[in-house]
C-alpha cells in the first residue's frame, strides 16, 4: 500500500517544513497542538491528517480549509505542515539536523496573562542561536475577563466580538509581550502589521482552547514558510535519507527500533543505513519501516503497518538489526550511490560537531540525549562552569567514580538531565561525598547546582575565618592581678576586636611587634569561654610572662596577628569580619608599616 504522503509530495521538489512547538510549563503547548489536529478533524478531512510516528503532517488542503479566506492554496507550493508531537524546547534541542535544529520554524506559546517565564526565555535564547524563525502564540486570548467566546474562526472576527475594554485588555497583554520581546532583542509586532517576517517577529493572539486565531497561526507559519524557507525546501526525493533519532524503543516482535524523523530523501526497506551510536556508528539494514495505523483500525491486534519506504519530512519508525547502542539525537544515514566509509565519515563528523567542549577539571554532566547535553553545555558555558565528562546515558557507577576524581569539591558533582540514577551509582554518590542533581528542566538543573556551590564557598568560608587569627586590643586592668605567674592570670577589657582564646599577644616597642606570651583561656564571671569583644571585661590566663616584669597592669596588648592571616585578612575577608575587627586590623597594620611599607602585603 503506498504511502498517503507520497502522494502529497508535490512531483517530489519540496518537501514539508517542520515546525516544533516551544514555551514555558502550562503556557499551553499541548493544547495547540491537540487543537490544530483536532480542527483538521473536525474540517473533514482526517483522512488526509495522518498520524505520524512523533509528528503529525497537515497538507495545504486542510490548512486552506481551516483558514478560509486568509489562505488561497494557489499562493503556495509548499505541501504543508509537519508538527513535531512533543512540545518543549528540551524535544527541540534534542532534534537536529545536519548543522541545525531539526526543527525549520517554531512557535513560542506565551500565556497572555502569565507573560515572560523563565522557559520562555531559555527557548527565545535557543531559537537565537539556531537562528530558527518563529512566531510567537499569544495563547489564552478568552481568559481576558469579559471575553466572548467562539470557535476556530480568524481572530479578528473574534475580536470584533468583544466590548471594548475587553479588546483593550488583550492589546494592554500584546504590547506587554511585544515589550519583551523587544528587551530580548526581538522586534515584533501583531502579526498583521509586520511587513518584514525575516527581521520582525509577528505575535499571534490566539485560544488554543477555542480555537480562535488558530486559522491565523496556519497562514503565517504557511506565509512565513512559503517566503523564506522555499530553498531550504527544495530536496531531492529519490536521494539517499537523512534523519535523526527522536526516541530509542523497545518494539515487541520487533526488538530495538528507531523512531525517527525523515527530514531529507527517502529511505526504503532493505536500505544500509548508518546510526549514531554510543561508542561507534552503527552500520545496520532496515528490516522494516513501521507507520502507525489510522485512527480508525489502532484497536486491531497489530498497533503499526508497514510500508516500504517513507520520504521527507516524515516521522517513522525503524526497525533493523544492532540498534542497541543508538542514541536519541543522533543522525541516521541510508547508505546510496555512496562510499559506506564516506557516509559512516559523515556521521562521526556530525557527532563530533554535537560533542561537548570538556576540561581537565570540572563537573560530570549526563544527559538523554545529544542535543540535549549540547544545550546543558552550552549553559554551563555561559555560567563559567567547567565540564570535566559529559555524556549520553543514565548515571552508573562509573560517572560517580569519574566524579569523585575532580580535585574541587564544588566539581565532585552530576548534573543529570532527563536520565535515571541507577541505584548502585547512587549509593556509591553517598559513600564518595559526589552531590547528584536531576532535573528535566536546564535552567532548574543548574540554579540547583549554583545554589550548592554558593553553600560550599560560604561553608569554606566560614572555616577560613574559624581557622584564622582575629585582630584585638585589650588592656591589663589595674588591681586586677589574680595570679603572678605559670600562668599569668590577670583581669582585662577588651578595646577592640574580637579576643579569642590560644593566641599569642604582644606589644609594639619602637614599632616592631614583641611577643610577651601565649593567652590560653579566658573566663568570663567564673566561665570559660572562647571568645570576647570590644568593652567585655574578662579574666584570662596568660603563659610566659609574670606580671610587673614582661607585662604591667594599665598597659595594652595586641593578639599577634601571622603575617599571612594578616594578608588575608585584609585581602580576602575584609567584608566578613566585624568593623571593630577592621579596625584593629588597620592600627596594627599601620604599625607594622610604619617600619616595613611592605609588611602583610
Ligand atoms: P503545556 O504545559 O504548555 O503543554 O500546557 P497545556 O497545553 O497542558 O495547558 C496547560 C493548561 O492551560 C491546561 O489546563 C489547558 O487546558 C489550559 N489552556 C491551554 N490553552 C488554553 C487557552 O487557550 N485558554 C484557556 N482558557 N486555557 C488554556
Known sequence: QPDPDAQSQPTGQ????????????????????????????????????????????????????????????????LPGLLFIDTPG????????????????????????????QPQTLEALDILKRTQTPFVVAANKADTVPGWNPGDTEPIQQAIERQNDRVESDLNEKLYEIIGKLSDNGFSADMYWRVQNFQNNIGVVPLSAMTGEGIPDLLTVLMGLSQRFLKAEMSIDVGGPGAGTVLEVTEERGFGTTLDAIIYDGTIREDDQIVVGGVNEPIVTEVRALLKPKPLSEIRTEKEFETVEEIAAADGVKIAAPDLDDAMAGAPIRVVRDQD??????????????????????????????????????????????????????????RDVRMAATADDPKHQAILAFGVDILDDARRLAEQEDVDIFEDDVIYQLVEDYDEHVTAIETAQQDQILENITRPARFEILPDHTFRQSDPAVVGVEVLGGKLRRNVNVGRFENGEFER????????????????????????????????????????????EIPEKHAKILEQELKEDITGGEREVLKQYLDTHRKRDPFWGK
Open 340 to 397: 559506506l566509509d564516506d557516509v559512516i565519515a559523515d556521521v562521526r563528523k556530525e557527532l563530533a560537531e554535537i560533542e561537548v567542549q570538556t576540561e581537565e577539571e570540572g563537573v560530570t554532566v549526563k544527559a538523554d540525549t545529544l542535543g540535549s547535553l549540547e544545550a546543558i553545555s552550552g549553559t554551563l558555558e555561559d555560567e563559567e562552569i567547567p565540564i570535566m565528562h559529559a555524556e549520553v546515558g543514565d548515571v552508573a557507577p
Open 516 to 559: 610577651v606570651g601565649h593567652l590560653k583561656t579566658i573566663q568570663d564571671e567564673g566561665e570559660d569561654v572562647d571568645e570576647s569583644t570590644r568593652g567585655d571585661r574578662v579574666a584570662v590566663s596568660i603563659e610566659g610572662p609574670t606580671v610587673g616584669r614582661q607585662i604591667k597592669e594599665g598597659e595594652t596588648l595586641w593578639v
Open 89 to 116: 524546547h528540551h524535544s527541540f534541542s534534542t532534534l537536529r539536523s545536519r548543522g541545525g535544529a531539526l526543527a525549520d520554524i517554531a512557535i513560542l506559546v506565551v500565556d497572555v496573562n502569565d507573560g515572560f
Open 14 to 77: 519540496l518537501r514539508t517544513p517542520i515546525v516544533a512547538v516551544l514555551g514555558h510549563v502550562d503556557h499551553g503547548k499541548t493544547t495547540l497542538l491537540d487543537t490544530i489536529r483536532g480542527s483538521a478533524v473536525t474540517e473533514g478531512e482526517a483522512g488526509a491528517i495522518t498520524q505520524h510516528i512523533g509528528s503529525t503532517a497537515v497538507p495545504l488542503s486542510v490548512i486552506s480549509d481551516i483558514a478560509g479566506k486568509l489562505v488561497d492554496p494557489d499562493d503556495f507550493d
